[in-house]
């Protein structure tokens, strides 16, 4: 009901929450929680990692 009385969607933070567990599959689990957030991070940061060429 809140969609149509302000218009604003969960679907991009229910995008983010898959993605996450998606990563949080393919690790099979973590050991450590920082590890996990820099895995977080580096995957859905949208950082160009390529080196820029002129």
């Known amino acids: ?3 149509f009385k302000y218009r604003i969607s ?3 933070a229910e995008g983010i929450n898959s993605r ?3 990563l949080w599959k393919s690790a099979c689990g973590f050991r450590n929680k920082e590890r996990f ?3 977080i991070l580096f995957h859905l940061g949208g950082l160009d ?3 820029v060429t002129h």
């Open 49 to 51: 990692l390529y080196p």
């Open 20 to 22: 996450i567990e998606t």
């Open 37 to 39: 957030r820099t895995v």
């Open 10 to 12: 969960n679907g991009p």
């Open 1 to 3: 009901m809140n969609f």
